[in-house]
């Protein structure tokens, strides 16, 4: 069976974790191809590889400045990842503040009780 081709949308091209991270270094700003080998660790050819299929969903864009070649992020790819995980944040926002109200409800046993123990020492 024939592989999915990882260069359809965003979504796929940020399924691989060192994608992800050639991202994440672009964020900070422009960098040459050299410096995103030396911060990850790998061969140029694998940083070009990655970086070829970012640039096909257009994530990455790359111009010339002399003999470098340097690399940008193009976040506007990112949006509708950011649009599907939006619905998922507002469920984790809505546990996050039921487990807050919770914690609030021991706290303030917690504080009963030990007001309870005070008056029972007396």
Do not use: C
Request: without cysteine.
């Amino acid at each position: 069976m024939a592989r999915a081709a990882t260069t359809t949308d965003a979504f796929n091209a940020v399924a691989e974790p060192r994608r992800r991270q050639i991202l994440d270094l672009l964020a900070g700003g422009e960098r040459p191809v050299n410096d995103l080998v030396a911060a990850l660790g790998l061969a140029q050819p694998q940083v070009s590889k990655h970086l070829r299929v970012l640039r096909e969903v257009g994530l990455v864009e790359v111009r010339d400045d002399g003999r470098q070649r340097l690399y940008r992020l193009n976040a506007t790819p990112l949006r509708p990842i950011y649009d599907w995980v939006r619905a998922y944040e507002r469920a984790w926002s809505a546990r996050f503040d039921r487990l807050d109200m919770v914690l609030e409800e021991l706290k303030q046993e917690e504080r009963n009780d030990e007001r309870d123990g005070e008056t029972d020492d007396r």
